[in-house]
């Protein structure tokens, strides 16, 4: 992702596992490469590494232990969207 990263976009901001923050109109785009890239490192297809047990990835956006999964952070946001507009 570092070739792919616009750091307008996003930018890491701990020392934790993946941590960053991430400009709310690009959430999902960034989430869904995030998993894509856990899930398939690219050094894999560079080093031609086969493994029989897939890996499975996890995201969450919101505070550590507090986040939630990007479908769930779609509802609030388009709820909190209409409560606005309401």
Not at 23 to 47: G, H, N
């Amino acid at each position: 992702m570092i070739e792919e990263k616009d750091m307008t976009a996003a930018a890491p901001v701990a020392l934790r596992d993946e941590d960053g923050a991430v400009r709310e109109d690009y959430v999902e785009r960034v989430y869904k490469r995030t998993l894509e890239i856990m899930s398939r490192p690219a050094l894999f297809d560079e080093f031609q590494i086969d493994i029989e047990v897939p890996l499975m990835a996890e995201a969450k956006i919101g505070p550590w232990a507090d986040g939630v999964t990007l479908d769930k952070w779609l509802k609030e946001r388009r709820n909190s969207r209409v409560k606005e507009g309401a």
